[in-house]
């Protein structure tokens, strides 16, 4: 598996081209600028499959649904919860000074234990609710690489001062969920640089040990 961060909006949300040996990709979390996602994808001489998303808010999926109508191509995430953040991308849009963007339904939603293709890319799905209630997470094991969008970060953790947002539940949902996949595993964050869970377990102020 290959992949590349390409940060997006004013916001810097990284959205993540992840391809398989033979070029097949899909982007995660496509938070916007279309025609700079696209021409990556160019770049790199891939066929574009599938839109992953990790959660509902605008700068997560603000180039969602103008993909898809152009390519055809479905989306694929998050869990249902998120529906009724993805019923107010139009007022996110008008709130926040991004372009328009409609409302949408994925073609898939997502539930805890499933999984999902990339070509020969097989990621495992974790519901990991907390930031948002229908925020999922994307594991591939073999790479030892998460993409957990805004979840966790490299000595932060996701807000849950959002509605329907909840403190514990995010906590829980890193402890017991994300850290045991182990260490070594590296992650791709919503926002700011890569880290491990291993560093985060041991520094992350939020989080970690010395927050017991």
């Not at 004013?10 to 992840?18: A, E, G, K, M």
């Not at 839109?51 to 808010?57: E, I, K, M, R, W």
């Amino acid at each position: 598996m290959e992949f590349t961060i390409l940060p997006v909006t004013p916001y810097q949300q990284n959205c993540s081209l992840v391809w398989d040996a033979q070029g097949r990709a899909a982007l995660i979390d496509p938070g916007g600028e279309a025609p700079r996602l696209l021409e990556a994808v160019a770049r790199h001489d891939l066929t574009l499959q599938s839109l992953l998303v990790t959660h509902g808010h605008l700068d997560h999926v603000g180039a969602a649904a103008a993909l898809r109508d152009k390519l055809g191509i479905p989306i694929i995430g998050p869990q249902r919860e998120e529906q009724f953040w993805l019923d107010s991308l139009p007022q996110q849009a008008e709130l926040f000074g991004f372009p328009p963007t409609p409302a949408f339904t994925p073609d898939r939603w997502l539930a805890d234990g499933d999984t999902v293709m990339v070509g020969a890319i097989r990621f495992e799905v974790l519901h990991c609710p907390g930031h948002t209630p229908g925020h999922v997470v994307f594991f591939q094991p073999q790479a030892r690489l998460a993409f957990v969008g805004d979840v966790l970060f490299k000595g932060s953790i996701g807000r849950t001062d959002f509605p329907r947002g909840d403190h514990a539940a995010l906590i829980r949902a890193i402890r017991d969920k994300l850290f045991p996949l182990g260490d070594d595993v590296r992650f791709v964050p919503g926002h700011g640089a890569m880290s491990t869970f291993g560093h985060e377990r041991r520094e992350n102020p939020f989080v970690g040990m010395a927050a017991d």
